[in-house]
T-cell receptor, first 112, second 115 residues
Framework: SQQGEEDPQALSIQEGENATMNCSYK?????LQWYRQNSGRGLVHLIL???NEREKHSGRLRVTLDTSKKSSSLLITASRAADTASYFC????????????WGAGTKLIIKP | DTGVSQNPRHKITKRGQNVTFRCDPI?????LYWYRQTLGQGPEFLTY????????KSRLLSDRFSAERPKGSFSTLEIQRTEQGDSAMYLC?????????????FGPGTRLTVL
């Protein structure tokens, strides 16, 4: 079963603009991870944020986590054509030592 | 290249045939996962190995699916008597052990088409 729900399902923006994607989940988690998938490189891990963290940065990526609302957001600043991909959030529930539960993803298109 | 590799990359088969896929994880990773992904969806968990032990298998997985990881190294996923509904991308991932689910490293996948 899929726990995470990404919002929006699809997003199309101009190159240079910022892109924000959201993820909501249902159960308590150890961490939340964001992945990117495009046809060229498959699924690639972007960033992991632990349940006791509220914000994390990696290059042009900024992730926030609000455990009280069971939600996370991924912000990509100064988007590039190469950012065109599907973005998935995956949650690591507290009752599992290994499992990730995946959402259906947000399809991001960066227009040149 | 020391990433996760999968073979074959593509497989076309006729309904009723058996197929086997192989995954070679990153060598120091003791955790190995198989997922299935269909268009527009996220990965769907199939099964999980810690070293050579298969610790979890999705309840949604039919008995036609079986996976092995002999000696805790490479893994194979076999689908017997394939059906058209088995057509999907089959993904393998590996990770280090530890508390909670860590970053997973994915292979390129095997795309299965059942005619």
């Amino acid at each position: 079963s899929q726990q995470g729900e990404e919002d929006p399902q699809a997003l199309s923006i101009q190159e240079g603009e910022n892109a924000t994607m959201n993820c909501s989940y249902k159960t308590s988690i150890n961490n939340l991870q964001w992945y990117r998938q495009n046809s060229g490189r498959g699924l690639v891990h972007l960033i992991l944020i632990r349940s006791n963290e509220r914000e994390k940065h990696s290059g042009r990526l900024r992730v926030t986590l609000d455990t009280s609302k069971k939600s996370s957001s991924l912000l990509i600043t100064a988007s590039r054509a190469a950012d065109t991909a599907s973005y998935f959030c995956a949650t690591a529930p507290v009752d599992s030592n290994y499992q990730l539960i995946w959402g259906a993803g947000t399809k991001l298109i960066i227009k040149p | 290249d020391t990433g996760v590799s999968q073979n074959p990359r593509h497989k076309i088969t006729k309904r009723g045939q058996n197929v086997t896929f192989r995954c070679d994880p990153i060598s120091e990773h003791n955790r190995l996962y198989w997922y299935r992904q269909t268009l527009g969806q996220g990965p769907e968990f199939l099964t999980y190995f810690q070293n050579e032990a298969q610790l979890e298998k999705s309840r949604l997985l039919s008995d036609r699916f079986s996976a092995e990881r002999p000696k805790g190294s490479f893994s194979t996923l076999e689908i017997q008597r394939t059906e058209q509904g088995d057509s999907a991308m089959y993904l393998c991932a590996s990770s280090l052990g530890g508390r909670g689910a860590n970053e997973q490293f994915f292979g390129p996948g095997t795309r299965l088409t059942v005619l």
